[in-house]
């Protein structure tokens, strides 16, 4: 009976050693480098460049500045704007159109649709009756 050399030993445990560290090596390449796997998938497109909610059909509410107040004009007709309000709640419309007068709000509100902001929320302050 033969026992093997400690220095054969060794040989073979690094020649072992050697070909796990190849193996991994070459597994880590391919996990790192392999293709991946894509799904295609189609997002709706707008038919054209303009605004969103311009082919909804929209109500046209046109304020104007009176000696006597605001004056209100829904779809070319004269509303008061309380009876709007109870209007547009009865019948909400798909779209809204606001026109009106070059007011401070008004351009602030058109110089930042033309700088690219379209998502414009107002928030407002119901007046009360004596205040100043």
């Known amino acids: 009976m033969s026992s093997a050399s400690p220095m054969a030993l060794g040989l073979y445990f690094i020649d072992v050693l050697a070909c796990l560290l190849f193996c991994l090596t070459l597994a880590l390449v391919n996990a790192r480098f392999g293709r991946e796997v894509t799904v295609p998938v189609e997002l709706p497109r707008l038919v054209s460049d303009a605004a969103t909610g ?12 009176s000696p006597g107040g605001v004056e209100a004009f829904y779809d070319s007709e004269p509303i008061a704007l309380d009876a709007l309000a109870a209007r547009l709640a009865a019948e909400p419309p798909a779209a809204l159109v606001v026109r009106s007068e070059q007011t401070p709000l008004t351009r602030v509100i058109g110089a930042a649709h033309e700088a690219g902001v379209h998502d414009i929320q107002l928030a ?9």
């Open 54 to 65: 311009m082919d909804l059909a929209s109500v046209e509410v046109v304020l104007r500045a």
């Open 124 to 132: 407002y302050d119901a007046a009360k009756e004596g205040a100043k």
